[in-house]
Antibody, heavy 126, light 108 residues
Framework: EVHLAQSGIETKKAGESLRISCRASGYTFGTYWIGWVRQRPGKGLEWVAMIYPGDLGNGRSQTRYNPSFQGQVSVSADESLNTAYLEWTTLQSSDTATYFC??????????????WGQGTVVTVSS | YLLTQPPSVSAAPGQTATITCGGNNIGNKKVHWYQHKAGQAPLLVVYDDGDRPSGIPDRFSGANSGHTATLTITRVDVGDEADYYCQVWDGSSDHSWLFGGGTRLAVL
């Protein structure tokens, strides 16, 4: 059974750094993309970034970012730990949200997220 | 590219709920639908306009044509109360994975 286990609640101050995680199980981690999706309080879903943890031939993970988040966050993955990460170097109060990780099949299969994590609540105080 | 959903929809138990997702020529794109209950992981209920993942009951169906995609839930019950989001991939935009604003389904 596919399962995405996300790290716990985070309470931080503006200017601090943060890395949240998403540990996958039940499938071969390196053969699916992992996406990150933000949900601000009372708002809808927004795509943040994607990472393909496996090797597509150039020896490193592939990433894609929503331009609205480019430079604000970074995604990474450790295939040996079956874990993907979303990281901030400098948090802002506007980063307060729940962040979901979600599995995404290969692009020739489709462009949707077929399994989701339970979400990590991030609260940033100014 | 914008996806427009009504903020809320209601239906009586046992009746049919219809949730729309509007977008310019959305019929030319593949539309996916997610159910999201508060405090839980979102759940894919329909993908590629009208296909259902394993385990999703056939009460959930989707259609897509012209400028409107539709998620239909027949024989609704209180367990279907949730926010529903449509999603497309827009290859012409860097904001590639786009979600609608979400529709709250109330089962009254």
């Amino acid at each position: 059974e596919v399962h995405l286990a996300q790290s716990g609640i985070e309470t931080k101050k503006a200017g601090e750094s943060l890395r949240i995680s998403c540990r996958a199980s039940g499938y071969t981690f390196g053969t699916y993309w992992i996406g990150w999706v933000r949900q601000r309080p009372g708002k809808g879903l927004e795509w943040v970034a994607m990472i393909y943890p496996g090797d597509l031939g150039n020896g490193r993970s592939q990433t894609r970012y929503n331009p609205s988040f480019q430079g604000q966050v970074s995604v990474s993955a450790d295939e040996s730990l079956n874990t993907a990460y979303l990281e901030w170097t400098t948090l802002q109060s506007s980063d307060t949200a729940t962040y979901f990780c979600a599995r995404h099949p290969s692009f020739w299969t489709g462009y949707f997220f077929d399994h989701w994590g339970q979400g990590t609540v991030v609260t940033v105080s100014s | 590219y914008l996806l427009t959903q009504p903020p809320s929809v209601s239906a009586a138990p046992g009746q049919t709920a219809t949730i729309t997702c509007g977008g310019n020529n959305i019929g030319n794109k593949k539309v996916h639908w997610y159910q999201h209950k508060a405090g839980q992981a979102p759940l894919l209920v329909v993908y590629d306009d009208g296909d259902r993942p394993s385990g999703i009951p056939d009460r959930f169906s989707g259609a897509n044509s012209g400028h409107t995609a539709t998620l239909t839930i027949t024989r609704v019950d209180v367990g279907d109360e949730a926010d529903y989001y449509c999603q497309v991939w827009d290859g012409s935009s860097d904001h590639s994975w786009l979600f609608g604003g979400g529709t709250r389904l109330a089962v009254l």
